[in-house]
């Protein structure tokens, strides 16, 4: 299902058990035709799983630490896959989860082919059914490329064929799924844009970040009731960022520039909301029989645990500087190692302040995190006396001198606000208003 409709659900959930009872499906028979695997990922149970009747293999059903990650309110909003062909947008959607008809039945009009969790590895292969019956009204134009406003699929079935693996990358990343999908596409065609995967979240996730693995670079995003987009891999999370969900592919941005590639994300409010990303993939040229296969892990856990995640699985070197992440609440910054350290804190997070050296050597200062507690002042030093005040450990090292590509650190005070500024931005400090106390040293910004 694409995002402009998506939001028809009559639920917001974030309890799977909830939602069925909502539809009127006793928990019981969902269990029964349930098919899950599981595995422990820091501590915790994370348990997957996918329904051989109610969304035709789609998973509708990812729990981690006793939260559901799933928003299952109509048989669009799953993690699951769906197609769209010549620029047609949902008035020709193939749609791995069933229709926009099927509401909160416990039966899809997709057919589920086949599931299977042998070796612990969740596999399913579905006939998706078109999102709209054939002949709907969709209201307005299918697409911003086509003038047609009704559903062109002459059935409710399709024939493409939706294949989907799903297994636990392993050790090194205990919190992240490796979920492989292919399409099979039974016609001729243009065009395609393919939501290889996409995710409904709660309507509880409302914070968007976008992580750049090269430069481990975590920036702040504003998800909108509009799709948008980003070449870089996305991270949807509480507030608070004690949960969080990332996706990430290999082929994301494309090499080819007319087969665009892109995470999309939204935020649609009000009494059906729900946090929605995806990994879209676009084709040209399709032919019958042909197959197409895409990657597209995810990781959930802490925002912090999914930063580990995603540097951990291979696909592009990342920097060997750690990232240090600035936060705001009024009046004052703080800066840390740690996503959900401060936005457990109810702190704001601001941006990627600066990356330093995870390891000290010849010509590296450490630079610690102090705290001043009679005003509440957090601030970096490079004195490991805190310069008087509480001492929190080190953040990392910089370089005692420039070269290469780094710049300086620069420390700013505001007497009235009692906040320490720590920036690469000179400007930044002068034109806040904060009084230069010098550079601590030398960073990659």
Known sequence: MSSSI?????????????????????????????????????????????????????????????????????????????????????????????????????????????????????????????????????????????????????????????????????????????????FTVPENRISASVEALTAYLPPAFTSFLTYDRDSRTLIKLTATNAVQQTSTPLIVALPNGSSAMGAMSGGIPSSDPNRPSYYGYIYYPGNNATAKWSCVFNELNLTAGSTYHYTCPIAVGTVDEVIAAMDAYPGQAASQMVPVFRFYKYPQHFMTRSYSEAAGAGWTFETTGFHLFGTGGPGLLPMYRCYNASNSDHFVSTQSNCEGYNQEGALGYAAAAQSGNLVPLYRFYKGNTKDHLITVNYSEGVNGGYAYEGVLGYVAS
């Open 6 to 182: 998506c939001a028809t659900g009559k639920l917001g959930s974030v309890s799977m058990a909830m939602a069925l009872a909502a539809a009127g499906m006793p928990t019981e028979q969902a269990r029964a035709n349930t098919v899950s695997i599981s595995g422990t990922a820091n501590g915790s149970t994370l348990t997957i799983s996918a329904s051989s009747d109610r969304f035709a293999g789609a998973i509708e059903s990812l729990v981690y630490r006793g939260l559901q990650y799933v928003d299952i309110a109509d048989h669009g909003r799953q993690i699951q896959s769906a197609i769209q062909v010549d620029n047609l947008g949902e008035c020709y959607n193939p749609n791995e989860a069933g229709s926009l008809a099927d509401g909160t039945l416990p039966t899809s009009s997709s057919v589920l082919n086949s599931i299977s969790s042998a070796n612990n590895v969740l596999t399913t292969q579905t006939r998706p059914a078109f999102w709209l019956a054939p002949g709907q009204n969709y209201g307005k134009p299918c697409s911003p490329f086509t003038s047609a406003t009704t559903a062109q699929n002459t059935s409710v079935l399709s024939n493409y064929t939706i294949g989907r693996t799903t297994r636990f990358y392993g050790p090194a990343a205990p919190n992240l799924l490796v979920i492989d999908t292919s």
